[in-house]
C-alpha cells in the first residue's frame, strides 16, 4: 500500500520532481564550477526550474484560457503566473546578455574565464601594489 501511495505521488508530481532536480544540478553547477561561462549556465537552469515551479502551480486540470464564453461553469486558469513568467524569461535572457558581456570583459583584462585563476592574478597584483605603496 505505501509502495502504491509513493509511485503515485512521484508520477502524479513529476514536474514538482523535474523542478527539484534542476534546481539542484543548476545550484551544483553554479557552486562546483570555477569557469564563468559554467556558472552562467548554472544559474539559467536554476532559473528555469523556478520558473517550472511557478507555471506548474499556476496549472488548473482542466482549465482552459481565460477567454469568456456563454457557459458559466467553465474552468479557466489563471494568466498571471504565465504572464509573471514571460516577463522573468525577458529579464531572465536580459541579465545572462549582461552576465556574458561581463566574462567578456573579464577575459580581456584577465586572458582568462576561470575563477581561481582570476583570483591569483588579483592577489598578484595587490602583492605588488603593497610592496611598491600603491593603492589599487
Do not use: C
Amino acid at each position: 500500500m505505501l509502495d502504491a501511495i509513493s509511485t503515485d505521488l512521484i508520477v502524479s508530481h513529476y514536474n514538482y520532481w523535474m523542478t527539484i532536480i534542476l534546481m539542484m544540478v543548476g545550484l551544483y553547477v553554479v557552486v562546483s564550477r570555477g569557469n564563468l561561462v559554467k556558472k552562467i549556465v548554472g544559474l539559467n537552469l536554476f532559473q528555469t526550474s523556478v520558473f517550472m515551479l511557478y507555471i506548474s502551480m499556476g496549472k488548473i486540470l482542466g482549465g482552459t484560457a481565460p477567454i469568456l464564453t456563454d457557459n458559466p461553469d467553465e474552468v479557466y486558469s489563471n494568466p498571471l503566473p504565465h504572464v509573471l513568467i514571460l516577463t522573468a524569461i525577458v529579464v531572465g535572457v536580459a541579465t545572462t546578455a549582461l552576465g556574458l558581456a561581463l566574462i567578456v570583459r573579464i577575459r580581456e583584462q584577465y586572458n582568462t574565464i576561470e575563477e581561481d585563476e582570476i583570483f591569483e592574478i588579483e592577489l598578484k597584483l595587490a602583492a605588488q601594489a603593497s610592496k611598491t605603496g600603491e593603492a589599487r
